[in-house]
C-alpha cells in the first residue's frame, strides 16, 4: 500500500513539473505589431498575401487586437477588395472576397476574448470564408508575441 501511495505521489509530482514547465511564457505589457509572412491562395491567387496583427498585452493578458489583411504588393484588403479596376466585374467573387474580409475581423475579437497569449490557439477556430486569412492571423499573432515575450 506505501509503495502504491508512493508510485502515486511521484506520478503526481512528475506531472506538477510537467505543467509548470509547460511552455507557459510570460509577456512585457505594451502594443506590438506582427506580420505573417507572404501566403500563396490557390491557383487563381485567391488568399494571396499576409496579415498584419496589432495586438496589446496588459498584465500577460491580451486586451486588444485588429487584424488587416493585405494583397502581396502591400495593398490593403478592403471594399474594393474583389473588384477588377475599380469595379465589381464578378458579383460572386466580390461577395466572396468581402466576405473573407469580415470573417477576418472576427479573428481579433476571437483572440481577445480569449485573452491568454500562451493558450490562445486552442481558442481560435478558422470561419469558413476566411480559412486563408486564418493562417495569416496565426502566424502573425506569434510574430507580435516574439516581440513581445520576456
Do not use: W
Not at 512528475?14 to 509547460?22: D, H, M, N, S
Not at 505589457?29 to 500563396?40: C, E, V
Not at 483572440?111 to 480559412?131: K, M, Q, R, Y
Amino acid at each position: 500500500m506505501k509503495r502504491i501511495i508512493a508510485v502515486c505521489l511521484s506520478i503526481m509530482l512528475i506531472a506538477a513539473l510537467l505543467c509548470a514547465c509547460g511552455g507557459s511564457k510570460n509577456y512585457k505589457d505594451g502594443t506590438y505589431t506582427g506580420q505573417s509572412q507572404i501566403f500563396k491562395g490557390d491557383e487563381e491567387g485567391n488568399g494571396d498575401g499576409y496579415g498584419v496583427v496589432t495586438l496589446t498585452i496588459k498584465d500577460n493578458a491580451i486586451t486588444a487586437c485588429e487584424f488587416q489583411t493585405y494583397e502581396p504588393d502591400g495593398t490593403l484588403k478592403d471594399d474594393e477588395y474583389g473588384k477588377v479596376d475599380g469595379e465589381i466585374k464578378n458579383e460572386d467573387y466580390y461577395h466572396k472576397a468581402q466576405q473573407a474580409i469580415k470573417g477576418s475581423a472576427k479573428y481579433a475579437e476571437m483572440l481577445v476574448t480569449a485573452g491568454n497569449p500562451n493558450t490562445f490557439e486552442d481558442n481560435i477556430d478558422a470561419i469558413s470564408g476566411a480559412t486563408f486569412s486564418y493562417d495569416q492571423f496565426i502566424d502573425a499573432v506569434y510574430d507580435a508575441l516574439s516581440k513581445a515575450a520576456e
